[in-house]
């Protein structure tokens, strides 16, 4: 839930000593292995679908143990369904994998104490994290024939995501990190929690402690609100609350300790820390925790580095892929700063219902100028020269990507976002660039034989959520647009559609539903839903054709595309509903080609802010080596 983490030390010397440990521990340790990570995360993913299936779900219940209900209800995992369960990979000969079982002994990364994930109360060590370590490391042990322990290492999140990239001290990190395209270099798992956004307001705020009853209402002016440094609560924070007095606190400890003194008078963090801390305090009844009304959540994941490349996964275009994928992030940042309202007004322009937009990229002001120079050759650099962002796209795909009978070029909400995100690289860059549109059918989406890999497409606009599978080969965006799970029913039979008020209520040998091969509904309605006959179609408009001429009683699918096709039909004939959590959508370009020669980062040059357009030129500078000493230099100076 960071996205850099500043560490409390009591004092200068301690800072460079602390700085040191971790230069030479890493310096010390073996490589990061470059095979086998995949294999790694694959194997936990195993384990926590076996775990999924089983009645009662064990992740589940800690997650009721551990957590507020207010994150536990309709939660649903990335990796749905126990997706992946007991397909335990075999190990490669070297790999990441495969040294955990030979040395029995799984390294994984925490923050610590950081309850209510991992800590000890006095007697004995507590935890969702923690106990759900132990629950892996078993099945580990059972698919591998081999006991497997865990061994512990607390750092703080900046400082483990440093050392599972660079070294083999670490093999996983389970640290309450959140499964973000922002975190480049990094896999994760199917998600086990999800936090959301959340304040605590103390009675020392006067009148606010009962006026404040949003978030939103913390902008009060005279009001001393406190967010720690590098979080993404602080970056909601310095653009939501202008208003207010804000504190930046070095560490979430000093930050609960300046509330619990009155130094600050309410904090924003995430849930479901700030309830825990509340329910620990002896004056617990001085305070008042509320979430965010916006639901915007991150999920939890298990993360390690990547494999390094490879002959069987090279890609189409060695360089410039995340040059591409920066300035596209940029100018999504830029869209939602300088253009609240464009995201709901898309949704409203399209008859779709607007899902509660969920954001995994912080948008602060720092992050909307730093735009990245175009190397030469590399596909950011073919945008530009060529004025063409080829967008690969699922077509139709109403309400994101559609014809609409009147205008000729195509409309929808994903085509809106790519039309604005051309018009503000253009200004970023001094260019005009177009959307020339690729259709893609659905089964090459992720094809890694094909469109990406080919060089067809410079990126995927098709709105796909983030998983573990496809952030193997593909890099993804910041969100852009948000889905949520839904069912329709129709009147094929008039007592179910009067009475239905909730997805399990499908779950009835009299009904028939139907829903897309392959998709994440069809595999919630084979595991919850046993009972009722499941119908599985090709595609979203055989889905919808099965639904109104009556084949079946009620269909799978998301909104905001079910919201849609019921805005077309007559009125009365249909009836709609969610089940589990939104979730984000993302774009997505392939990652950087195996073996290829990437020139280093150019030497920084500020672009000005959309509005003064500047021309990029493309630059280069020689790869510097730091010895030891250097770096242990740089730290301390950093420490003190």
């Not at 990437?598 to 080596?625: D, L, R």
């Amino acid at each position: 839930l960071y996205s850099s983490v500043s560490t409390v030390l009591p004092m200068r010397t301690l800072g460079v000593a602390l700085a040191l440990a971790v230069v030479l521990a890493v310096a010390f340790a073996g490589p990061a292995p470059t095979q086998g990570n995949n294999e790694l995360i694959a194997a936990i993913n195993a384990a926590m679908g076996e775990l999924v299936l089983q009645s009662p779900d064990p992740i589940a219940e800690l997650r009721a143990k551990y957590y507020p209900s207010s994150l536990v209800s309709g939660y649903q995992p990335s990796c749905a369904n126990g997706g992946g369960a007991g397909a335990y990979p075999t190990p490669t000969a070297g790999g990441a994998l495969a040294t955990v079982v030979s040395s029995g002994i799984l390294k994984i990364g925490r923050q610590y104490p950081n309850a209510p994930d991992n800590w000890n109360n006095g007697t004995a060590n507590l935890g969702l994290e923690y106990e759900l370590a132990s629950l892996v490391a078993t099945r580990l042990s059972v698919a591998y024939g081999k006991t497997i322990s865990i061994q512990w290492i607390n750092d703080s999140p900046a400082n483990l995501i440093s050392a599972v990239k660079s070294s083999d001290n670490i093999d996983v990190i389970l640290a309450s990190i959140s499964a973000s395209m922002s975190r480049l270099g990094l896999i994760y798992s199917c998600s086990y929690a999800v936090a959301r956004r959340g304040y605590i307001i103390k009675n020392t705020a006067g009148s606010l402690f009962n006026t404040i009853t949003s978030e939103n209402d913390l902008n009060s002016a005279g009001l001393r609100v406190a967010a720690v440094a590098g979080t993404l609560s602080l970056a909601w924070a310095q653009q939501a609350l202008p208003n207010v007095d804000l504190v930046i606190a070095p560490s979430n400890p000093v930050m609960y300790e300046m509330l619990a003194n009155d130094t600050v008078q309410a904090i924003v963090r995430f849930e479901p820390w700030n309830s825990f801390w509340v329910s620990n305090q002896t004056d617990a009844s001085s305070y008042k925790t509320g979430v965010s009304s916006t639901n915007e959540l991150l999920f939890s994941a298990w993360h390690t580095r990547y494999d390094a490349c490879s002959s069987s996964n090279a890609r189409a275009i060695g360089v410039g892929n995340q040059e591409l994928t920066d300035a596209i992030n940029i100018a999504l940042n830029n869209i939602r700063i300088t253009n609240a309202g464009f995201y709901s007004s898309a949704y409203a322009r399209h008859n779709a219902t607007t899902p509660a937009h969920l954001f995994t990229c912080a948008a602060t002001s720092s992050n909307i100028t730093s735009w990245p120079n175009a190397t030469s050759g590399g596909s950011l650099a073919q945008v530009l020269n060529s004025g063409v962002l080829r967008a690969g796209r699922f077509f139709p795909n109403a309400p994101f990507n559609y014809l609409d009978g009147v205008s000729t070029a195509p409309v929808g909400v994903d085509a809106d976002i790519a039309y604005e995100v051309a018009r503000v690289l253009g200004v970023a860059y001094g260019k005009t660039i177009s959307i020339q549109w690729v259709d893609i059918s659905s089964g090459d989406l992720f094809n890694t034989a094909t469109n990406l890999y080919n060089d067809n497409v410079d990126f995927m606009i098709a709105g796909a959520g983030p998983n573990f599978g496809r952030s193997a080969y593909y890099q993804f965006t910041c969100s852009v647009t948000t889905a949520a799970f839904s069912y329709v029913v129709n009147k094929k039979s008039q007592s179910l559609f009067d009475a239905i008020a909730d997805v399990q209520q499908l779950n009835n040998a009299a009904y028939t539903i139907a829903a897309i091969v392959g998709a994440i509904p069809a595999a919630y309605a084979q595991r919850n839903l046993p009972q009722a006959t499941l119908l599985l179609v090709p595609s979203a408009a055989e889905l919808y054709q099965v639904l109104s001429n009556n084949t079946v009683h009620a269909i799978l699918r998301q909104d905001p595309n079910n919201a849609y096709w019921i805005n077309q039909q007559p009125a009365n004939l249909y009836k709609a509903g969610n089940y589990g959590q939104t979730f984000p959508m993302s774009w997505y370009i392939r990652r950087e080609k195996c073996g290829a020669t990437v020139a280093p980062a150019p030497s920084a040059q500020q672009v000005p802010s959309v509005g003064s357009p500047t021309p990029k030129a493309s630059s280069a500078i020689s790869t510097v080596h730091l010895s030891l000493v250097s770096v242990v230099f740089v730290l301390s100076v950093l420490f003190v």
